[in-house]
C-alpha cells in the first residue's frame, strides 16, 4: 500500500490574541499517513488541534514547520495558483451542513462550482450534476431548490456531492455527522463507506465520536492537546488501547446498555481513583 | 488601563495633526481669495500680493503649516484676523454655549430613548407599535422643519418661550432654561428617533438570549432581568450610536442655532468660514477633533467597563 | 428545530416582494412622481426659476403663468420648486455614489484581505474624525458654496459608514464555512468576492442607500437655508428661508418647500424601511416575558407522582396565522427521586416539553390543552409571582449550551448569588458563602477564584459545573436538565453525568433528562420516555426499552447507535484505481 498522504512533524501556531501576545501552538509536531482508499480517523476532544490538521491540509490554515505530502509531492506551501489545481484531488466536508452551503445558490449552482473552477464546461457540468445527485440519493429536482428546503442530512448529502464532484482522491471529513440525528448519522456514514468502495476515494475522517469513528475506519489515530498519542487498526485502538489517555476515552463514551454502562462506568472511576 | 489611555490619547493627537494639516492644505488653494475678500475694492493683484506677504501666507505651505503647529501645541492659536481676539478665548466661550445644549440633549436622549426601547421590546404588541411609529416619524421630518414649526408654535404663536437669543447658564440659570428649550426639543426629536430604535432592537434581541431564560428558571424578578442584565449587554451598541449623534450635533446644531440666533461653535465657525477668517477656522477644527478624539476613547472605556469581554487593558 | 424539510417555497424576486408591499409602493410612487416633475419641469412652467420680474413680486396663487405665485424676489415658486427637485436629486446621487464607490470598495477588500484591512481602518478612522457638517463649513472657502463640490466631500464623510457596514459584513461571511469550501473546491478570490461575498453585502448595502440618500438631501437644503451658494441654484433650503421671512404675510410660500422636502425625505426613510422588511424578512418581534395562560384542566381522578403532565399540547403559529402543535398530547409522571429520561430526535418537541414544564416557553409559543402539576398543584395558570417562587425552590434548571447561559457581563459569582438571594431571600454575605460552598461541591478546584471570574474566562466543563451549581443551590424537588452534556467533551461528559447522579442522590431530587444521546440514559436514566413528532411513542423503565423496546420506532433508534461492534471489518479498496469505475460507467 502506497501512501496517498504522508504528513510529517507538523507544527502550527495561531497568532497570539492581543497586544504583543505569544503566539499559540496548536499542533506539536503531528505525523501521518492516509493510504489511497483508506480511511484515517482522527479522533480527539475540543482544542486537541484535529480540525486544524484538516484545515492545514487544504491549504486553509498556514503550517508553521514540518511537511504535507501528497501523492509524492510536497504540497506544505504551494501557492495559490497551484492550490487552486490541488482542489481537483483533495476535497472536503464540513460538520456544519447549514453554513456549509451558501443560502443564496441553488444546489445546482453549488454544485457546478467545483467543476467549472476546474475549467469543465457548463452543459458537461449540468449533466455531472444529476448524476451526483443520483449518487448521494436526492431527487433530480433538488438541482433547482434552495439549500433552505433540505433538511440537515440532505444538505449533508449535498456537501458531500459538491466534495465527490472533481473526483478527488481524499476528502478531509471535518465531523461530518456530528450535527445529525441518530438515524441520519448512520445512513450518512453508510453513504460514506459505500462511495468510498465504489471509487476508491481516501477520508480523513475527523471526529470527537469514538463509535462513529470506529464505524468508518480502517486505522484510528488519537490526537491529545496537539500530540498524535496512539496510531493503529481501528478495532485494536478503539476497544482496547494502550494509551492511558485512549482508555479514559474509551471508557468515558457511554454505551447503550445499562447493564454493561454501570459496569463501564465502575471501571473509569477505579481507573480514576488509581490515578490520584 | 493608564497605558492603553496614554496610547490612545497619543494616537488621537497623531489624527488631530493629520486633519489639521489637511484642512490647512485644503484651504491653501483660497488664500488670493480670502485676501482678495479682505481687502474688498481694493484688491488688486499687487495689493493681494502685499497683504499676503504681510500676513505671511506668501511663505512655503510646510512652513506656515509647521510655525502654527508650533505654537499651537504650545497653546497658542494665534488671532482672529478681523477681530484681534485670541482665538483659543472665542472658540471656547462658543464651544460652551452648543456644548450647554448638546449635553442637556443627550442627557434626555438617553432617559427617553432607554425608557421607550426597553418598553417597547418588553412589553411588545401595542407599546412597542406606538413607540416604533414615534420613532419613525422622528426619522421623517427633517430637522430644519422641526425646528422651524416649533418657533412658530412655540415661540411666535403661543409666546411660551422667547424665540431666539441665548442667556448663559452662570447668568441667569432660568432664563437659560427657557432659551434652550426650543433648541433642545429640537434636536432631541431625531436623536430620540435614532436611539430609540437602536435601544428596541438589541434589547429585543438580548431578551432572547439563553441566559434570560437561565435567569427566569432562577426565580430572579423580571424587572432585574431586564433592567440589570438585558439592558447592560444592550448598552454597548447604543452607546456607540449615541456618541455618533454628539459628534454629529456639534456641527448638526448649527441649523438650530442659526435659526434661534444663538451664538454656538457651528455659527461662529460659519461666520469664520464665510469671512476667511483662516486662524479661527483652524482653531475649530482643532478643537472639534480633540473633542471626537476624548468622545471616542470615553465610548471605549465605558465598553470595556460594561463588556469584559471588550476589555483591552 | 424541525427534521423534516420545509414545504418548498419559490424564490420570489425583490422587486416582486416589494410590490406586495403598499408601503414600498406608495413611497417608491410619491419619490418617482417627485422625481419626475423636477425633470419635465420646464415643460410645466412658462418661467425659468431664475426669472425674475417685479410684477410678480409675491403675486398671489393663480396669477396666470404663475400658479403657486410669486416669492419676494418676483420669481415663478412653482418654477423654483421644480428646480429645486432636481437640485436635490443631483444632491443625493453624487453624495450617495461617492459615499458607496469609497465605503463599499474599501470594505470588500479589507473585510477581505486581513493585510489591507489595518490601513484601510486608520484611513476611515481618519476620516470618521472630520467633524461631519463641521468640515462642509469651514471648507466653505475651497467650495465656495457649489453644492456639486460640498456634496462629494459630504459623500466621503458619509463613506466611513458604509465602509465599516461592508467590512463588518465581508469579515462574518468570509469565515461562513461556504466561502472554505469554495476555496477548497478551488475557486479564485475574485470569484469569491463576486459570488460568495457580494450577495452579503447587497442586502443591508441597498438599504443603506436609500438612507443616505435622505442624508444627502437633507445636508443639501440645511446649508442652502443658511445662504451657502449662489442665489442661482433653486434649493428647497433657499425657498424655507426665504418662506420664513415672509412666514406671516405669505405662509404659503414656507409651505411648498417644506411640505416637497418633508415627502422626498420621510418616502426614502419609508421606502428604506420597506426595502429593509424585504431583504431581512419580517421586522423583528419583541419577546414579551409573558406567562403562557392555557385553560387548566384537572381531571378527576389524578394519577399520583411529584410530577404529572397530562395531555399537553404546545403550539406556534405559522405565516399564514394558523397554529402549529410542535407537542401533541404528551403525558408523564415522575417521582420525588427518579430520574426519568425524555429521549428523542431532533424537532420530536422534548425540549419544548421540558419549557413548558419551567414556564419558559417563548411568548409566541401557546399551549392549547393539558396539565401540568406539581405536587399535585397546578402549575399551567398560575400567576407570574407564584411561579418565580416555584422555580427559584422546587424546580431547577440546567441547559445546553453552558456559555450562552450564563450572562457575559457579570462574573460567575455574581450570577450565582443574585440567584440564592432570589430564591432564598439571603443577605449579600450569606448567599456569597454559600456560593462558595457549591462551587466546591460541584467539584470545582478553587472555588474563590472562579467566582471572581466572568464566564468568558473559564472552560465549558466549568461554566455547566457553575450552572449546576446555581440550579441545585436551593435544594430543588425537581432538576430539569436539558441535554446537559451535549456540548461538552466525552470526559467531560461522564464527570458531569458523575456529579448529576451524586447530588440527586444527596438531594433525594427527581430528575427530567431530556437528550438524545442512548449512552447517556443507559447510564443514568431509571426509567424512559421515546418522543417522536411532539408525542411519546413509548414508556418504561430503562433496562425493558433497551432490551425489548415494543415501539418500531424505538427499535429503529437503537438499531442506529453505533457500538462497540461496529468495527470496520473491509480492507481498503486501494486496488481499484480512482477513477476506473468511472470510465466504465
Same mark, same amino acid.
Request: include cysteine; hydrophobic fraction near 45%.
Given at each position: 500500500?502506497t501512501s ?6 507538523l507544527r502550527?501556531?495561531?497568532?497570539g ?10 499542533l506539536?509536531g ?5 493510504a ?12 486537541s ?7 492545514a491540509?487544504?491549504g ?11 501523492d509524492g509531492r510536497?504540497?506544505t ?5 497551484e ?5 481537483r ?9 447549514y453554513t ?26 449540468r449533466?455531472r450534476?444529476?448524476?451526483l445527485l443520483?449518487?448521494?440519493?436526492l431527487?433530480?429536482?433538488a ?19 459538491r466534495a465527490l ?5 481524499l476528502?478531509?471529513c471535518?465531523e ?5 440525528d441518530?438515524s441520519?448519522q ?6 460514506l463507506?459505500?462511495i468510498q468502495?465504489r471509487?476508491g476515494?481516501?477520508y480523513?475522517?475527523i471526529?470527537h ?19 498524535l498519542?496512539?496510531t ?5 485502538v ?13 471508557l468515558?463514551?457511554p454505551?447503550?446498555d445499562p447493564?454493561?454502562q ?15 | ?6 496610547r ?23 488664500f ?5 475678500n ?12 502685499q497683504?499676503?506677504a ?10 506656515q503649516y ?8 504650545r ?21 460652551g454655549?452648543?456644548?450647554s445644549i448638546?449635553?442637556v440633549?443627550l442627557?434626555?436622549?438617553v432617559?427617553?430613548s ?5 418598553? @417597547? %421590546?418588553?412589553?411588545?404588541?401595542? +407599546?412597542?407599535r406606538a413607540?416604533?411609529?414615534?420613532s /419613525?416619524? #422622528?426619522h *421623517? $421630518? ?6 422651524i414649526?416649533?418657533v412658530y408654535l ?6 411660551l ?5 441665548f442667556?448663559?447658564?452662570?447668568d441667569?440659570?432660568?432664563k ?9 426639543i429640537?434636536?432631541l ?13 438589541t ?8 441566559y434570560?431564560?437561565?435567569l ?9 432581568v431586564?433592567l440589570?442584565h438585558?439592558?447592560?449587554? @444592550? %448598552?454597548?451598541?447604543a452607546?456607540? +450610536? ?5 459628534v454629529?450635533? /456639534?456641527g #448638526?446644531? *448649527? $441649523?438650530?442655532?442659526?435659526v434661534f440666533?444663538?451664538p ?7 461666520d469664520a468660514?464665510?469671512?476667511g477668517?483662516i486662524p479661527?477656522?483652524?482653531g475649530i ?19 470595556g467597563?460594561l463588556?469584559p ?5 | ?5 420545509p ?16 408601503q ?5 410612487s ?5 422625481v419626475?416633475l423636477?425633470?419635465?419641469?420646464p415643460?410645466?412652467?412658462s418661467?425659468?426659476?431664475n426669472e425674475a ?5 409675491n403675486?398671489?396663487?393663480?396669477t396666470?403663468g ?26 443625493a ?7 458607496l ?13 486581513d ?5 484601510a481602518?486608520?484611513l476611515?478612522?481618519?476620516?470618521m474624525?472630520?467633524?461631519?457638517l463641521l468640515l ?8 465656495k458654496?457649489?453644492?456639486?463640490v ?7 464623510l ?16 468570509k469565515?461562513e464555512l461556504?466561502v472554505?469550501?469554495?476555496?477548497v ?10 459570488r ?6 447587497r ?5 443603506a442607500?436609500?438612507f ?12 442652502s ?16 428661508a ?17 411640505l416637497m422636502?418633508?415627502?422626498?425625505t420621510a418616502?426614502l426613510?419609508?421606502?428604506g424601511?420597506?426595502l ?5 424578512g ?7 416575558i409573558?406567562p403562557?395562560?392555557p385553560e387548566?384542566?384537572?381531571?378527576g381522578?389524578?394519577p ?5 403532565v ?5 403550539a406556534?403559529p405559522?405565516?399564514s ?8 398530547g404528551?403525558?408523564?409522571s ?12 431532533s ?12 414556564r ?8 392549547t ?16 409571582k407564584?411561579m ?14 453552558p ?7 457579570f ?8 440567584g440564592?438571594?432570589a430564591?432564598?431571600?439571603l443577605?449579600r454575605?450569606?448567599?456569597r ?8 461541591r ?5 472555588p ?11 472552560s ?8 449546576i ?6 435544594r430543588p ?14 470526559t ?9 447522579r ?12 431530556v437528550?438524545h ?43 442506529c447507535v ?7 471489518t473491509?480492507?481498503?479498496p486501494?486496488?481499484?484505481?480512482a ?5 466504465q460507467?
Amino acid at each position: 500500500m502506497t501512501s496517498l498522504l504522508e504528513v510529517n512533524d507538523l507544527r502550527l501556531s495561531y497568532p497570539g490574541k492581543g497586544f504583543r501576545a505569544r503566539p499559540a501552538e496548536i499542533l506539536h509536531g503531528v505525523s501521518l499517513t492516509v493510504a489511497e482508499g483508506e480511511t484515517l480517523g482522527v479522533v480527539g476532544e475540543s482544542g486537541s488541534g484535529k480540525t486544524t490538521i484538516g484545515r492545514a491540509l487544504l491549504g486553509l490554515a498556514e503550517p508553521s514547520s514540518g511537511s504535507i505530502r501528497f501523492d509524492g509531492r510536497d504540497i506544505t506551501h504551494v501557492g495559490a495558483k497551484e492550490r487552486r489545481r490541488l482542489a481537483r484531488d483533495i476535497q472536503v466536508i464540513f460538520q456544519d451542513p447549514y453554513t456549509s452551503l451558501n443560502p443564496s445558490l441553488t444546489i445546482g449552482d453549488i454544485l457546478t462550482e467545483p467543476l467549472i473552477a476546474q475549467g469543465t464546461p457548463a452543459a458537461a457540468a449540468r449533466t455531472r450534476v444529476a448524476d451526483l445527485l443520483e449518487r448521494v440519493g436526492l431527487p433530480e429536482d433538488a438541482a433547482q431548490r434552495l439549500p433552505r428546503e433540505f433538511s440537515g442530512g440532505q444538505r449533508q448529502r449535498v456537501a458531500i456531492a459538491r466534495a465527490l464532484a472533481p473526483e478527488p482522491r481524499l476528502i478531509v471529513c471535518d465531523e461530518p455527522v456530528s450535527a445529525l440525528d441518530l438515524s441520519t448519522q448512520t445512513r450518512v456514514l453508510d453513504l460514506l463507506i459505500d462511495i468510498q468502495r465504489r471509487t476508491g476515494v481516501a477520508y480523513l475522517f475527523i471526529s470527537h465520536d469514538l463509535a462513529v469513528v470506529r464505524h468508518i475506519s480502517h486505522r484510528v489515530a488519537v490526537l491529545y492537546r496537539g500530540d498524535l498519542v496512539e496510531t493503529g487498526p481501528a478495532g485494536p485502538v478503539t476497544t482496547a488501547p494502550e494509551h492511558p489517555y485512549t482508555q479514559k476515552l474509551v471508557l468515558a463514551s457511554p454505551v447503550a446498555d445499562p447493564v454493561e454502562q454501570e459496569r463501564r462506568r465502575t471501571e473509569r472511576r477505579k481507573l480514576a481513583s488509581n490515578a490520584h | 488601563m493608564l497605558f492603553y489611555v496614554a496610547r490612545r490619547l497619543v494616537s488621537g493627537l497623531v489624527l488631530a495633526v493629520m486633519v489639521t494639516l489637511i484642512t490647512f492644505l485644503l484651504l491653501a488653494p483660497s488664500f488670493n481669495g480670502i485676501v482678495g475678500n479682505r481687502l474688498g475694492s481694493a484688491a488688486t493683484p499687487e495689493t493681494v500680493a502685499q497683504m499676503k506677504a504681510q500676513m505671511g501666507l506668501d511663505r512655503p505651505l510646510a512652513t506656515q503649516y509647521v510655525d502654527w503647529l508650533s505654537h499651537a501645541v504650545r497653546g497658542d492659536l494665534g488671532r482672529s484676523y478681523f477681530t484681534g481676539i485670541p482665538v483659543r478665548d472665542a472658540v471656547e466661550q462658543h464651544l460652551g454655549v452648543t456644548l450647554s445644549i448638546v449635553l442637556v440633549t443627550l442627557m434626555l436622549t438617553v432617559v427617553v430613548s432607554v425608557a421607550l426601547g426597553v418598553l @417597547a %421590546a418588553s412589553k411588545g404588541g401595542l +407599546v412597542d407599535r406606538a413607540v416604533q411609529a414615534l420613532s /419613525l416619524t #422622528g426619522h *421623517l $421630518i427633517p430637522n430644519l422643519l422641526i425646528a422651524i414649526v416649533l418657533v412658530y408654535l412655540l415661540a411666535v404663536k403661543s409666546r411660551l418661550v422667547p424665540a431666539t437669543g441665548f442667556t448663559s447658564l452662570a447668568d441667569d440659570p432660568a432664563k437659560w432654561a427657557q432659551s434652550i428649550f426650543i433648541p433642545v426639543i429640537a434636536l432631541l426629536i431625531a436623536s430620540v428617533a435614532g436611539l430609540t430604535a437602536q435601544v428596541r432592537g438589541t434589547m429585543i434581541d438580548e431578551l432572547r438570549k439563553d441566559y434570560v431564560r437561565m435567569l427566569r428558571t432562577r426565580g430572579v424578578p423580571t424587572r432585574s432581568v431586564v433592567l440589570r442584565h438585558a439592558l447592560r449587554n @444592550a %448598552a454597548g451598541p447604543a452607546l456607540t +450610536v449615541l456618541s455618533f449623534e454628539f459628534v454629529a450635533m /456639534l456641527g #448638526g446644531a *448649527l $441649523i438650530i442655532e442659526k435659526v434661534f440666533a444663538i451664538p454656538g461653535f457651528g455659527s461662529y465657525a460659519f461666520d469664520a468660514s464665510l469671512q476667511g477668517d483662516i486662524p479661527i477656522i483652524m482653531g475649530i477644527t482643532v478643537f472639534a477633533v480633540l473633542l471626537v478624539v476624548v468622545v471616542n476613547l470615553t465610548v471605549d472605556l465605558v465598553n470595556g467597563w460594561l463588556n469584559p469581554k471588550a476589555r483591552i487593558f | 428545530m424541525t427534521a423534516q424539510a420545509p414545504a418548498p417555497r419559490r424564490r420570489r424576486s425583490l422587486a416582486g416582494r416589494l410590490l406586495r408591499d403598499p408601503q414600498a409602493v406608495a413611497a417608491a410612487s410619491v419619490l418617482l412622481i417627485i422625481v419626475v416633475l423636477g425633470l419635465i419641469g420646464p415643460l410645466l412652467t412658462s418661467h425659468g426659476p431664475n426669472e425674475a420680474s417685479l410684477d410678480s413680486i409675491n403675486a398671489d396663487p393663480g396669477t396666470p403663468g404663475y400658479l403657486l405665485g410669486g416669492d419676494r424676489s418676483g420669481q415663478d415658486i412653482l418654477a423654483r420648486l421644480l428646480a429645486s427637485i432636481n437640485t436635490s436629486v443631483v444632491s443625493a446621487l453624487i453624495g450617495t455614489s461617492i459615499a458607496l464607490l469609497v465605503g463599499v470598495s474599501a470594505g470588500l477588500v479589507g473585510g477581505y484581505y486581513d493585510r489591507i484591512r489595518g490601513g484601510a481602518e486608520w484611513l476611515f478612522s481618519l476620516i470618521m474624525t472630520f467633524p461631519g457638517l463641521l468640515l462642509l463649513i469651514v471648507l466653505l472657502p475651497l467650495t465656495k458654496g457649489d453644492f456639486k463640490v460640498t456634496m462629494v466631500i459630504f459623500g466621503v464623510l458619509l463613506s466611513p459608514g458604509v465602509y465599516r457596514l461592508t467590512r463588518n459584513l465581508v469579515v462574518g461571511v468570509k469565515n461562513e464555512l461556504f466561502v472554505d469550501a469554495a476555496r477548497v473546491s478551488g475557486l479564485s478570490d475574485p470569484r469569491i468576492l463576486r459570488r460568495h461575498v457580494l450577495f452579503a453585502v447587497r442586502g443591508p448595502v441597498i438599504i443603506a442607500t436609500a438612507f443616505l440618500a435622505g442624508a444627502s438631501i437633507g445636508v443639501q437644503s440645511g446649508l442652502s437655508f443658511l445662504g451657502v451658494g449662489p442665489a442661482t441654484t433653486p434649493s428647497f433650503g433657499a425657498m424655507i428661508a426665504g418662506g420664513f421671512a415672509e412666514l406671516y404675510t405669505e405662509p404659503l410660500q414656507f409651505v411648498w418647500p417644506s411640505l416637497m422636502l418633508g415627502m422626498m425625505t420621510a418616502s426614502l426613510v419609508l421606502f428604506g424601511n420597506a426595502l429593509r422588511d424585504a431583504l431581512e424578512g419580517a421586522t423583528r418581534k419583541p419577546v414579551k416575558i409573558k406567562p403562557v395562560r392555557p385553560e387548566p384542566r384537572t381531571t378527576g381522578d389524578a394519577p399520583a407522582g411529584l410530577l404529572v403532565v397530562e395531555d399537553l399540547a404546545i403550539a406556534y403559529p405559522t405565516p399564514s396565522g394558523e397554529l402549529r402543535e410542535v407537542v401533541s398530547g404528551v403525558s408523564l409522571s415522575l417521582d420525588a427521586g427518579e430520574t426519568l429520561g425524555l429521549v428523542g430526535e431532533s424537532g420530536s418537541g422534548k425540549t419544548q416539553t421540558a419549557f413548558a414544564i419551567l414556564r419558559v416557553l417563548p411568548a409566541e409559543a401557546v399551549v392549547t390543552r393539558g396539565s401540568i402539576r406539581l405536587d399535585g398543584r397546578e402549575i399551567l395558570g398560575l400567576k407570574e409571582k407564584d411561579m418565580r417562587a416555584l422555580r427559584g425552590r422546587s424546580i431547577a434548571y440546567v441547559p445546553q449550551e453552558p456559555m450562552s447561559n450564563l450572562d457575559p457581563s457579570f462574573t460567575v459569582g455574581d450570577q450565582l448569588v443574585e440567584g440564592l438571594r432570589a430564591a432564598k431571600g439571603l443577605s449579600r454575605k450569606e448567599a456569597r458563602a454559600q456560593a462558595l460552598a457549591l462551587l466546591e461541591r460541584v467539584g470545582i478546584a478553587e472555588p474563590e477564584r472562579t467566582f471572581r471570574c466572568y464566564p468568558h474566562q473559564i472552560s465549558g466543563g466549568m461554566a455547566q459545573r457553575v450552572l449546576i451549581a446555581g440550579a441545585v443551590a436551593s435544594r430543588p424537588v425537581l432538576l430539569i436538565a436539558d441535554e446537559p452534556t451535549t456540548a461538552l467533551d466525552v470526559t467531560v461528559q461522564a464527570e458531569i453525568l458523575d456529579l448529576l447522579r451524586d447530588l440527586q442522590k444527596e438531594l433525594g431530587m427527581a430528575l427530567l433528562l431530556v437528550t438524545h444521546n442512548f449512552g447517556v440514559v443507559a447510564d443514568i436514566c431509571d426509567r424512559i420516555s421515546v418522543m417522536r413528532e411532539g408525542q411519546i411513542v413509548e414508556t418504561g423503565t430503562a433496562l425493558e426499552v433497551f432490551r425489548e423496546p415494543a415501539h418500531p420506532y424505538t427499535r429503529m433508534l437503537l438499531d442506529c447507535v453505533l457500538d462497540e461492534n461496529t468495527v470496520r471489518t473491509d480492507p481498503p479498496p486501494a486496488s481499484v484505481p480512482a477513477h476506473a469505475e468511472e470510465e466504465q460507467r
